[in-house]
């Protein structure tokens, strides 16, 4: 055949785009264009061994590297497989370009096996969603998806790619796709109005999201926070966005309940919010969530955020880091002295006691009686003393996240991520996709007994792709989210405290997460007591391989009251 076919031309494509992973699984319908990828050694194709998890993988690479990054799903089964991972990487603004093959458009009105409108499937979790009709327009639809994932607010898309449509010969020319610069000013005016309304406030507050980390805006916050003295907390976030240990953090606003938020965001008498929406719980408040005549100003790439759900005075488009850089000028050519002094006391009253808060949870961890199962504390002070400073965590730890977060604090953009969506599974994925973007450095993944068992299969790819990320299972036995959810659910209706439902109870048949490990090639030990910890750690930590601790933790299950009435 004379030229070079659609199978071709979009493995090209992607390489211009600089997308040299495919995470993927294969199918039938895909077999053209994965035949055509040996042709070209630049593009390496990371095999899982379910749809879900060649999209977390995936999140976790495009989470850090901030570019298009490619998935290959399989057709109508594969997508189905898919789509709530699809959904947390909508979530959570992750630029994935998904694309899946058909059987051929020529059998569209057959109703075929594993017929379905693919298009209809991903739209709602996806930015973008679409199928190739003709040839003519192959690579220039894949342009626009690359354009539109990588366009902030960034997020998945879905091409859909039929084999007739990739089997024919393609003229079209390959070039990069052009992403535009969103890198814009706000209005100096408003800028102005924005730094008038911050300097006669008493009480700032700030509210920030991963728009801080993608505009790489942490610094320009910082300034601003210290020169108003406000309190800083995190909203809906995936990546590191402040530096934890800094003062002025006081953590996050819920994620469940918005009866956790509501104490928060009614504080101040100005609220600035910055690359993220109020509020991402659950059960949100469905009321007004600021104190009566409190100002709102919000900063956002993302127009459809801003004021999505509650009132705004001064919203704006614009980039973070820019507008947070003039913002701090504009404060500092304006700061009374008066100002600058309170601010100051604000600074360091808001510190002091952030101080004693994080000196009394050391000491509860110290205090701590000893018992016969470990807590989380534990293995975390040893592991903060044995990482690398430049190490990067992936943290679906959950419930153990305060623990892990206590000893081992985020600071730095690109070096922690949490999981964000909803969707359970990603950590270890996530920490595998982090590990190809970032070969030379030690990645770990977090993740439950109950999450992991989502996507266990990863480690199987960690192997057969020489991906030397690491993995601790917070084995707990339990779904131990869902029990403190029940713990709020009863106290809301006034019900007793009793036995947790057996569906949040994982503890019969215990699961042995060092033996599911080693049956897929990584070495792996189990962790039961205090004297293994550093043990473990030390043999984790020896190489550049994939290693798996399975560390039993304490938690509140009753496997002989499962086998009494789980049996038949």
Not at 260 to 269: C, E, H, W
Not at 298 to 325: Q, T
Request: net charge negative.
């Amino acid at each position: 055949m004379a030229g070079k076919t659609g199978n071709q031309k979009i493995v090209e494509q992607f390489l211009a785009d600089g997308m040299d992973f495919m995470f993927g699984n294969p199918g039938t319908v895909e077999q053209g264009f994965l035949d055509a990828v040996a042709e070209y050694p630049d593009m390496k194709y990371i095999l899982t061994l379910q749809e879900s998890i060649a999209v977390m993988m995936a999140d976790g690479y495009a989470r850090h590297t901030q570019r298009p990054t490619l998935v290959q799903l399989h057709s109508s089964p594969g997508i189905g497989n898919a789509v709530g991972a699809v959904y947390q990487a909508k979530r959570g603004h992750a630029p994935l370009v998904v694309i899946g093959s058909d059987a051929g458009t020529q059998y569209m009105n057959m109703d075929a096996q594993m017929a379905n409108d693919l298009v209809a499937m991903m739209a709602p979790v996806t930015k973008f969603s679409t199928m190739v009709m003709d040839s003519k327009s192959l690579l220039r639809t894949l342009r626009k998806a690359v354009k539109i994932a990588s366009t902030p607010p960034m997020g998945p898309v879905y091409v859909c790619l039929p084999m007739n449509v990739l089997d024919e010969v393609n003229e079209e020319e390959v070039f990069p796709t052009c992403i535009p610069s969103t890198r814009v000013l706000p209005d100096p005016e408003l800028i102005t109005q924005t730094a008038t309304m911050l300097l006669a406030s008493e009480k700032p507050m700030i509210f920030i999201g991963d728009g801080v980390a993608y505009s790489n805006a942490i610094p320009e916050l910082t300034q601003v926070a210290e020169l108003i003295g406000a309190e800083v907390y995190g909203v809906d976030f995936g990546d590191v966005i402040f530096d934890t240990t800094h003062p002025l953090y006081q953590g996050t606003t819920g994620h469940m309940f918005g009866s956790y938020s509501l104490p928060i965001t009614t504080k101040g008498d100005i609220n600035l919010i910055v690359g993220t929406y109020m509020l991402p719980e659950v059960f949100p408040e469905t009321g007004g969530i600021y104190a009566p005549g409190a100002k709102v100003v919000h900063f956002d790439l993302n127009s459809y955020e801003i004021a999505k759900n509650h009132r705004v005075d001064v919203g704006v488009v614009s980039d973070p880091k820019l507008s947070l850089k003039a913002l701090a000028d504009a404060l500092k050519s304006a700061m009374t002295p008066e100002f600058k002094a309170a601010a100051a006391a604000r600074v360091h009253q808001i510190g002091d006691e952030k101080a004693k808060k994080h000196s009394a949870e050391l000491a509860k961890d110290q205090d701590e009686p000893a018992r016969e199962t470990l807590r989380m504390a534990q293995f975390a002070e040893v592991l903060s003393r044995k990482l690398p400073s430049d190490a990067i965590i992936f943290d679906e730890a959950l419930t153990n996240s305060p623990a892990i977060t206590r000893y081992i604090p985020p600071r730095q953009a690109g070096h922690y991520f949490v999981t964000r969506g909803g969707s359970l599974g990603v950590g270890f994925p996530g920490a595998i996709g982090v590990k190809l973007a970032n070969p030379e450095k030690v990645v770990i993944g977090f993740s439950g007994d109950g999450g992991s068992m989502y996507t266990i299969q990863a480690l199987w790819s960690a192997i057969r792709h020489k991906s030397g990320a690491k993995f601790i299972v917070c084995n707990n036995g339990s779904y131990k989210l869902l029990q403190l959810n029940i713990d709020v659910y009863w106290k809301e209706r006034n019900i007793d405290k009793h036995d947790y439902p057996l569906p949040f109870d994982l503890s019969y048949p215990a699961i042995r997460f060092d033996l599911l490990a080693q049956s897929m090639g990584v070495k792996a030990v189990r962790v039961e007591k205090e004297s293994e910890i550093l043990p473990a750690i030390e043999k984790m930590l020896a190489d550049d391989e994939p290693f798996l601790i399975d560390l039993v933790l304490e938690g509140d299950y009753k496997p002989d009251l499962i086998k009494i009435n789980c049996s038949h």
